[in-house]
């Protein structure tokens, strides 16, 4: 066995040990543990005998939203095949455990030889699909080892990722185990290229855009948010943290947003609705208490719910998107969809499309209140939010079809 493997092995079994210390105080760790309980037991019993199967696995529920269109491709498709939906994450599993289009939802057993022989076996896919990440060396050698194709899709690649690093041997060798990687910018194609997989690579956009599009396409009105709004638009808050919100109540309190403004909270539990309406006192009304009465004389819309987001960019005219200010971005696509200028903040970098939609004028970032005051100064016309918002929405346009790519690649290739 390689040095290289042996410290891969190493590194799992003390994330395994890491993961059950944690599970007695967090509620996540105890999620990942209890979900691998008799999973083998539970796949055993759940597959039915002569199918034909395809694996899809993704790490979260972000990495799922980019591998759906996808899935239902397939299932419109060859609606025979049945789909394994794995998750390497709860937060993609418990939420998504009972998506129709799967046939069958299972948490990944942890990456060791064993349960990879295990796993592959009772699955016994046709081909495995992986999105975006999430390699796991023991699972890609067993698929090799039985002549199942693995493909990678909407995968984007950064300089001082370990796979091009002196280290990341393994990590190449996993690369180097796809059928076919498609990837979502040329700067991904070429860094593969640089490891002469160029036989093996495709640039497809990514898989997502194509999700939020359908969406924009089947919105429905909301006939609340429409008497608050009368013939205006309004700026939309998407996912807010505290962060968010208090730049933008500086902003209002300058007369800088002259708009309504409609307020989708990152949480919408009792404590974090309750600091937003605090912040906003009388001016706003929560979606839940809001009626013909009393909503058309608010400024703010606070939208107490879940669900209801990307329907909400229907009636904006600018987007303000949370998670900058913590671990990440949260989804600026949809409001990309809607040709609304999208403003974030700093924390932005591993998420290709907001990089792009900075670089064509269609999004902004801002690192402090002043930047975004200075924003909103630039976007304070109509003329220079319709050129943003149609820079927005002209790369959703130009970007879609990868879907439709990937599929047509898998049937020639016979793979389906």
């Not at 009772?122 to 050698?141: E, M, R, S, T």
């Not at 396409?217 to 709004?229: G, N, R, S, Y």
């Not at 309406?277 to 009304?285: C, F, G, R, S, T």
């Amino acid at each position: 066995m390689q040095l290289s493997t042996i410290l891969y092995n190493i590194s799992l079994r003390a994330y395994r040990l890491g993961i059950g210390i944690a599970s007695s105080r967090n509620s996540k760790a105890k999620q990942w543990i209890e979900g691998r309980k008799d999973v083998f037991e539970k796949i055993e019993k759940a597959l039915k005998e002569d199918e034909k199967r395809i694996w899809v696995h993704a790490s979260s529920l972000g990495e799922f939203e980019q591998g759906r269109p996808l899935i239902e491709k397939i299932k419109a498709e060859k609606p025979d095949i049945k789909i394994v939906l794995t998750f390497f994450s709860p937060s993609g599993f418990e939420i998504r455990k009972n998506y129709p289009q799967a046939d069958y939802v299972f948490y990944l057993p942890l990456d060791t030889k064993s349960n990879a022989e295990r796993f592959v076996s009772l699955v016994h896919p046709g081909i495995a699909i992986f999105i975006k990440y999430d390699f796991w060396y023991h699972y890609f050698n067993e698929l090799n080892i039985r002549n199942i194709p693995i493909i990678l899709i909407s995968a984007v690649f950064r300089h001082g990722q370990i796979y091009f690093k002196p280290l990341g041997v393994l990590h190449r060798k996993m690369l180097s185990m796809l059928r076919h990687i498609f990837v979502q910018d040329e700067i991904s194609e070429g860094l593969l290229k640089s490891l002469h997989l160029e036989k093996n690579v495709s640039k497809a956009p990514d898989t997502r855009i194509d999700r939020v599009a359908d969406i924009a396409a089947k919105t429905q009105p909301i006939p609340i948010i429409e008497k608050f709004l009368g013939d205006t638009k309004a700026l939309i808050g998407g996912s807010l943290y505290d962060a968010e919100n208090k730049y933008m109540r500086r902003a209002f309190d300058k007369g800088l947003i002259k708009s309504k403004i409609i307020i989708a909270p990152h949480k919408v539990d009792k404590v974090s609705v309750d600091s937003i309406l605090e912040l906003w006192k009388n001016e706003a009304v929560l979606f839940t208490e809001a009626s013909v009465e009393n909503v058309a004389d608010k400024k703010v819309l606070i939208v107490n719910t879940i669900g209801l987001l990307s329907s909400l960019y229907q009636y904006g005219n600018i987007a303000i998107i949370g998670g900058g200010f913590g671990k990440g971005i949260h989804n600026t696509l949809e409001p990309a969809t809607f040709g609304l200028p999208v403003l974030f903040g700093p924390k932005y970098q591993k998420f290709n499309e907001a990089a792009v939609l900075i670089a064509i004028g269609g999004a902004f970032c801002f690192s402090s209140g002043e930047e975004f005051i200075s924003i909103l100064n630039r976007l304070n016309d109509s003329a220079a939010i319709a050129k943003a918002g149609e820079a927005a929405k002209n790369f959703i346009i130009e970007n879609t079809g990868g879907t439709e790519k990937i599929y047509i690649w898998m049937n020639e290739e016979g793979l389906l």
